[in-house]
T-cell receptor, first 113, second 111 residues
Framework: EDQVTQSPEALRLQEGESSSLNCSYTVSGLRGLFWYRQDPGKGPEFLFTLYSAGEEKEKERLKATLTKKESFLHITAPKPEDSATYLCAYCEVSGGGADGLTFGKGTHLIIQP | DTGVSQDPRHKITKRGQNVTFRCDPISEHNRLYWYRQTLGQGPEFLTYFQNEAQLEKSRLLSDRFSAERPKGSFSTLEIQRTEQGDSAMYLC?????????FGPGTRLLVL
């Protein structure tokens, strides 16, 4: 069964302490791998789309990378405002036009000052 | 603000009542999606529209749920005979291609 698993479930870091979040996925045909940030009580905010193994994208303190089975979200020198839940999702290649995303449960990140 | 908007933001209802939520997508996006999210979980896909055509429905979308997108613009999601298990955040997203942009969500509480 296709699925996506995120680890760790929760992570507490000191301000400035870099780390990585993991997203493992199993899907027969990957159309896209997505990272979102979600603050409490709000909708997910788009961060990155990755399409093929070896691809990398960066935005401020965040960098997303993709292999054939995993994606990583690297956070460099995080600040307290980076505290949020980070969600990983994929879209599967499908001839039927299905475009719904399959999400992991997320990593709850807390950055302490 | 030209993002996805949803209305209402919060809804409290009694079990057995019907509720309807509205989503206004980003104007140039022809694809629209509904998701449901419960506490501690990622969003779960419910249904997908391309313009006015409903192209996919998840098995999570029981017969009590119906969605429409008349004229390919805004969309509504109706839940009939609500149950306590329907309590969740209902999210709408729109996209021009693969990347989906989410609205703020409607939080539903069924008493």
């Amino acid at each position: 069964e296709d699925q996506v698993t995120q680890s760790p479930e929760a992570l507490r870091l000191q301000e400035g302490e870099s780390s990585s979040l993991n997203c493992s996925y199993t899907v027969s045909g990957l159309r896209g791998l997505f990272w979102y940030r979600q603050d409490p009580g709000k909708g997910p905010e788009f961060l990155f789309t990755l399409y093929s193994a070896g691809e990398e994208k960066e935005k401020e303190r965040l960098k997303a990378t993709l292999t054939k089975k995993e994606s990583f979200l690297h956070i460099t020198a995080p600040k307290p405002e980076d505290s949020a839940t980070y969600l990983c999702a994929y879209c599967e290649v499908s001839g039927g036009g299905a475009d719904g995303l399959t999400f992991g449960k997320g990593t709850h990140l807390i950055i302490q000052p | 603000d030209t993002g996805v908007s949803q209305d209402p933001r919060h809804k409290i209802t009694k079990r057995g009542q019907n509720v309807t939520f509205r989503c206004d997508p980003i104007s140039e996006h022809n694809r629209l999606y509904w998701y449901r999210q419960t506490l501690g979980q990622g969003p779960e896909f419910l249904t997908y529209f391309q313009n006015e055509a409903q192209l996919e429905k998840s098995r999570l979308l029981s017969d009590r749920f119906s969605a429409e997108r008349p004229k390919g613009s805004f969309s509504t999601l109706e839940i009939q005979r609500t149950e306590q298990g329907d309590s969740a955040m209902y999210l709408c997203a729109s996209s021009p291609r693969e990347t989906q942009y989410f609205g703020p969500g409607t939080r539903l509480l069924v008493l």
